[in-house]
């Protein structure tokens, strides 16, 4: 299996290459979109600033390719977050393949969030033998909106997304890469998904 | 509901673990890697390694040491020790650390939290701030707390945040050390004046202290070394006391 973790430059990616070979699987990184379109599964990583996130996509034309993607694809963190249609961080527009915004935390909540917290209303198979109430780990200082796409939340003042999907393509707002077992299942069950002819 | 964290603190010279550890279980009680993975294992929330090397291949074994924690390790983990420009950070954080800790690199030059902070996000700046309680003032201290300045500690922990740290990592040299408790008074009064999490620091001796840093001291997290190394409390033990006394953990 071809598994490409989409290198842009925003942030730490090498966690996720070892938590895909704690698996038992080998990763490659690249931003060569030659590479990404023959991928078995795509990885699309992100932390950081929204709006510099997106102008390093659009500079190497990876805005146009990763909504045409038919195999499994999952954002993680920022990654979700820039596939959502608009995000206030930085007033941009995202890939718009996720039909939710993204805004900020209240004022009155300590942000960034950090630390662990616990996803429920799992509906997915990404979720496949995880709990209802896991806890898994999460830095964040803004959110996606609950949506008609969500499928799994999280309350922090407010009742959120933390993972959402639409077709082939998958978000989670937490790091799976960091979130120690729950989140080496997430992955591999991420890894396991069967592709689309 | 966000839980709070337990953090144990590793001291690392020359990517080895330095005093402080006995884990019989142990192979070799000087890898840090092994130590870390023990660790995540028995359910610390994140990890702390604090470089207090200083030679010149520092940077190198300590990037080294970052990539085979990241390698082995499930959990987030921070890295700190003289870390004092953006190529330090950027090595650390492209090696799989999740958060760098500056302390006296920030007091000597604050802009470096700004730039930190735009360049690799507030999420992964952590700023660490060594304070002394003299005549009643909490003052900052620098160099591991050998040198007295004479800012005062809720002026500067306002100003980092400010400047854009994602966190504070406050520890009280009156506590630290003395196995009775943090200093909750004061990490009460950051956790009120701040919107970003303070972690505790200094003075870990029993469960109870890390339940009245977190409810007295209004703690984010709590962190602590001997008390892990030395296998006095047992983190699993540690939180399902924390959650009898009310307080969030991951278990």
């Known amino acids: ?44 990583p992100g932390v950081g600033e929204a709006s510099s996130a997106m102008k390093m996509l659009k500079s190497t034309g990876l805005d146009k390719l990763i909504p045409t993607l038919e195999q499994p694809v999952l954002g993680i963190c920022l990654g979700m977050q820039l596939m959502c249609t608009y995000c206030e ?51 964040h200082s803004f959110y996606v909106k609950e949506c008609s796409e969500t499928i799994s939340s999280t309350e922090y003042g407010v009742e959120y997304t933390s993972a959402i999907q639409k077709d082939n393509f998958y978000g989670v707002q937490f790091h799976p890469e960091k979130s120690s077992e729950a989140g080496e299942k997430i992955l591999g069950n991420f890894l396991k998904l069967e592709v689309r002819n | 509901m966000l839980t709070k964290r337990i953090i144990p603190c590793l001291d690392i010279k ?13 192979r070799d009680a000087g890898d840090p890697v092994e130590l870390a993975e023990i660790y995540a294992k028995s359910g610390a929330d994140e990890l702390v390694f604090l470089d207090i090397s200083a ?32 190529e330090d950070v950027d090595i650390l954080l492209k090696n799989g650390a999740d958060k760098v800790s500056i302390n006296s690199s920030a007091f000597k030059k604050p802009n470096l939290i700004n730039e930190l902070a735009a360049k690799f ?15 009643g003032e909490w003052l900052v201290h620098l160099v591991g707390g050998k040198v007295p300045t ?63 840093a977190f409810i007295k001291g209004k703690a984010d997290a709590a962190l602590a070394a001997s008390v892990f190394h030395f296998k006095e409390i047992e983190i699993k033990d540690l939180k399902e006391e924390l959650r009898r006394n009310g307080v969030e953990v991951r278990l």
Not at chain 1, 12 to 36: C, H, M, T, V, W
Not at chain 1, 123 to 134: H, M, R, T, Y
Not at chain 2, 64 to 85: C, M, Q, Y
Request: some cysteine; hydrophobic content about 40%; charged content about 25%.
């Open chain 2, 150 to 212: 004479d800012v005062n500690l809720f002026q500067w922990a306002k100003e980092v945040e400010e400047r854009g740290a994602g966190e504070i990592l406050f520890t009280s040299m009156n506590n630290d050390g003395t196995k009775e408790g943090f200093a909750n008074k004061a990490l009460a009064v950051l956790s009120s004046d701040l919107n970003i999490p303070i972690i505790a620091s200094g003075g870990a001796g029993t469960m109870q202290h890390f339940t009245d």
């Open chain 2, 55 to 86: 030679t010149e291949e520092k940077r190198k074994t300590l990037a080294d040491l970052v990539r085979r924690v990241a390698e082995k390790v499930n959990i987030p983990f921070t890295v700190g020790g003289g870390i004092s420009s953006i």
């Open chain 2, 121 to 135: 996000g507030s999420q992964c700046i952590t700023v660490a701030i060594d304070a002394k309680q003299v005549n």
């Open chain 1, 89 to 139: 961080e930085g007033d941009t527009d995202g890939l718009g393949i996720f039909h939710a915004n993204v805004v900020k935390f209240d004022n009155k909540l300590k942000v960034p969030q950090i630390g662990w917290n616990k996803i429920y209303d799992l509906k997915s198979p990404l979720f496949s033998g995880i709990s209802e109430g896991e806890f898994v780990y999460l830095v």
């Open chain 1, 1 to 44: 299996m071809k598994i490409v973790i989409i290198d842009y430059g925003a942030g730490n990616i090498q966690s996720i290459k070892f938590a895909i070979e704690r698996l038992g699987y080998e990763a490659i990184l690249s931003s060569d979109p030659a590479e990404i379109k023959t991928a078995d599964k795509v990885i699309f």
């Open chain 2, 14 to 26: 020359d990517g080895r673990t330095v005093k402080g550890v006995n884990f019989i279980d142990l």
